[in-house]
């Protein structure tokens, strides 16, 4: 018996390889988490920083006018130079 054009088989196993690869991709993309956030959600999200901001600026607002607002400057510099860097 004589075998002629071994070669063949090389063809075959690129066209595994490619088959086994494109697999292997799909099972990675099924794999993906997700997450889906409820507009309700970030309704509530959004009221609530609100709220939290508007305290915060209330306060500043009273010290300001009460003369006990102290400003730190260290705080401030070191703010400018994270916003230069």
Do not use: H
Not at 35 to 50: G, R, T, V
Request: proline share 1%; no cysteine; aromatic share 4%.
């Amino acid at each position: 018996m004589r075998i002629n054009d071994i070669n063949r088989i090389q063809g075959i196993n690129q066209y595994q390889k490619m088959n086994q690869k494109k697999e292997e991709i799909k099972k990675t993309e099924q794999k993906k988490d997700q997450i889906l956030i409820s507009e309700e959600a970030k309704e509530l999200l959004e009221k609530s920083k609100d709220l939290t901001r508007r305290e915060k600026i209330d306060q500043i607002k009273e010290q300001i006018q009460n003369g006990t607002y102290m400003i730190d400057p260290k705080k401030v510099a070191d703010k400018i130079l994270d916003w230069l860097k």
